[in-house]
């Protein structure tokens, strides 16, 4: 029963994905990498949420707040400020300019070098860390949850291999053949399920735990683990409260308005309207997100009495544990499609990006635009064979693979976020400034935090660099500026009028994150 659900709901995501796809033009950029520009608020909102909620998010924050509570939802409840500024600052900026690459918004402000030394550590930072922490994620889930290494008779090592793969190349179909739209359709359906499937989780946890009543489950475990649930970190946590806002600022803002595989849902938008929409209805989803990616691992904690080997199995055990037989079949989907989803949005910006910033400026300056969107799939399936062949490496990694992916991903998102910060808001700083800027933040961070190995959080390191990239930037154009003021042209791809809603929308949503922190604190 629980394949035929499993393989019922999969096919059915499939088919919706292809139907609505069918008469996109994708032998062109736009139809091919923004889904012809023509994405609404909810799909964006649908497709920004599941990009992001994959597993390496449910099955690694779970992980941490199984170990140390509560302070790990800054990663979610942070998100929904970001995304408020995203809305009014950087998406009008994008649009304006009609962009499909942040790279290609640098370009315009910096120059071609920053250009491609950005779009290289988009490259590096997807194939050396988002991609096969996606996969490992996934398959560790789906492995541990539905015991297939028990299933096909072998060990839990070997079983990593052969899932590892499967998700692989499924994920690249989609994301190679089917372009930006199918990704983002696919995803807006994934997104429901996963909220509902992941929502059913903590429910039948603390049902488990109250002997049926999920109100009684909620106060024993809020009785027997007060600790857990107090959200303000202190310095031995994994995200020190004074880390807020340090570098899990930075963290944020970087990953909601300047990471490319997530913001290019919303450089698909058919107006600002729509882009605004869809990013602040993600934003008052997230703040609900720690019932997902937080309470379980509390659950566990109390289930399993805090004792588990590895952190990171804290939430397939509880599903394994709490979930009833009818159900495991949808759950295995959506959690599939959730992985499928953060795997193939990443291998979908990476062709992005290959095929217009590397491919049309470096490779094949003639290049139609059949050849560019070839060019790029052909990326694509290199890039997925390398991803596959790193992800099971990742087994057992220390600290576990939510934080293994926050420190590694620190080295690109300070300095990108950086450059964007100042490119949209001074129009003197020059490229050189920006350039020299960025080896400066990518080098330091990785000394500091590989062969120093201070005794601060990351957090607070991104945070330190963050500022001296920022001065560097401001100094180097001291000396050498730029020749003249940076001016803005508007390209008139899509109409760039503001959401009517909008303030008191970012203003709701705001105030929520502030009250959150208030009550559990």
Same mark, same amino acid.
């Given at each position: ?5 499993? *393989? ?95 790279? %290609? ?21 997807? !194939? ?53 739209? *199918? ?40 009785? !027997? ?34 990471? %490319?595989?997530?913001? %290019? ?48 199995? !804290? ?55 059949? %050849? ?138 705001? !105030? ?10």
């Amino acid at each position: 029963m629980g394949i035929i659900s499993f *393989a019922g709901f999969t096919l059915l995501v499939a088919f919706i994905a292809w139907w609505s796809t069918r008469k996109t033009d994708e032998t062109s950029s736009d139809g091919y990498f923004l889904g012809g520009r023509s994405l609404t608020g909810p799909v964006i909102a649908g497709s920004l949420l599941l990009t992001n909620l994959s597993t390496e998010q449910i099955v690694g924050m779970n992980g941490v707040s199984f170990r140390d509570g509560a302070p790990i939802m800054a990663y979610e409840v942070l998100a929904a400020i970001a995304m408020v500024f995203t809305a009014f600052v950087l998406l009008p900026k994008y649009l304006k300019s009609g962009i499909a690459t942040i790279p %290609q918004f640098l370009e315009n402000r910096y120059g071609k070098t920053t250009k491609t030394i950005v779009s290289l550590l988009f490259l590096l930072g997807y !194939a050396i860390s988002m991609l096969p922490t996606v996969l490992y994620s996934g398959a560790l889930a789906l492995n541990t949850m539905f015991g297939i290494p028990e299933m096909i008779g072998m060990g839990p090592e070997a079983t990593l291999w052969v899932t590892v793969i499967s998700i692989g190349v499924i994920g690249s179909i989609y994301a190679i053949f089917g372009g930006l739209k *199918a990704v983002a359709v696919s995803d807006s359906i994934n997104a429901v399920g996963l909220i509902v499937g992941g929502s059913l989780i903590p429910i039948f946890g603390l049902m488990y735990i109250g002997d049926g009543n999920v109100f009684t489950g909620l106060t024993t475990l809020t009785t !027997a683990l007060p600790e857990k649930f107090d959200i303000i970190g202190g310095p031995e946590s994994d995200v020190p409260f004074m880390t807020l806002f340090t570098g899990m600022i930075i963290v944020n803002f970087y990953y909601w308005g300047t990471n %490319q595989a997530i913001i %290019q849902r919303a450089l698909g938008a058919k107006n600002l309207k729509e882009g605004q929409k869809g990013l602040l209805l993600a934003a008052f989803v997230k703040i609900l997100g720690p019932i997902i990616v937080v309470l379980p691992g509390i659950i566990a904690y109390y289930i399993f009495n805090g004792d588990l080997a590895n952190a990171d199995e !804290a939430y397939p055990m509880l599903v394994k544990k709490v979930l009833p037989a009818a159900y495991i079949g949808f759950f295995a989907a959506v959690l599939f499609g959730a992985i499928l989803s953060s795997f193939n949005s990443a291998l979908n910006s990476s062709v992005t990006l290959f095929g217009l910033d590397f491919y049309k400026e470096y490779i094949n300056k003639d290049a139609t635009e059949l %050849q560019v969107v070839k060019a790029g799939k052909t990326f694509g399936i290199i890039l997925a064979l390398f991803s596959i062949g790193i992800a099971p490496l990742l087994y057992g990694v220390e600290g576990g693979i939510f934080t293994y992916l926050q420190q590694l991903n620190g080295t690109h998102s300070v300095p990108i976020l950086a450059i964007v910060v100042i490119g949209v808001f001074s129009k003197r700083v020059s490229g050189k400034a920006a350039n020299i800027a960025i080896l400066f933040s990518v080098v330091t961070y990785l000394i500091t935090l590989y062969v120093i190995k201070p005794d601060i959080s990351f957090l607070h390191l991104m945070g330190i660099l963050f500022v001296l990239t920022i001065i560097i930037m401001y100094v180097v154009s001291h000396f050498y500026p730029r020749e003249t003021d940076y001016v803005q042209t508007y390209t008139k791809q899509v109409d760039i009028v503001n959401w009517k809603y909008l303030k008191p929308v970012g203003f709701v949503v705001v !105030a929520m994150v502030i009250g959150l922190y208030i009550a559990m604190s």
